[in-house]
Nanobody, 124 residues
């Protein structure tokens, strides 16, 4: 399994931006499909965005499409989540996840490696 460490969380006002980073320990990071999930209090973990390793094909949840952008820098073993126009309902713990192979998935159970998560709080 690959070790993942998220950073960049914090408190931001509604409408503002925030960028999350997820650094991977694995040298073969470029072979993993990466995703971001989030979990708000008393809610289930939900899919946010994913990016494949081969073609960098992306996928977004409808709730963030047009506001969030996932990207990756394979040379730095890092995946990013640029979040713009943040809303109070985006408040959650954001976690990155990795799975081997080139296919995207929106299901947490398809991802074998997880980071500890970083808190994002959007104030109104």
């Amino acid at each position: 399994q690959v070790q993942l460490v998220e950073s960049g969380g914090g408190v931001v006002q509604a409408g503002g931006p925030l960028r999350l980073s997820c650094a991977a320990s694995e040298r073969s990071f470029y072979m993993y499909t990466m995703a971001w999930f989030r979990q708000a209090p008393v809610k289930q973990r939900e899919f946010v965005a994913a990016i494949t390793w081969r073609s960098s094909i992306t996928d977004y949840a409808d709730s963030v499409k047009g506001r969030f952008t996932i990207s990756r820098d394979n040379a730095k073993n890092t995946v990013y989540l640029q979040m713009n126009s943040l809303k109070p309902e985006d408040t959650a713990v954001y976690s990155c996840a990795a799975r081997g192979g080139s296919s995207r998935s929106r299901y947490p159970t398809d991802y074998a490696s997880w980071g500890q998560g970083t808190q994002v709080t959007v104030s109104s």
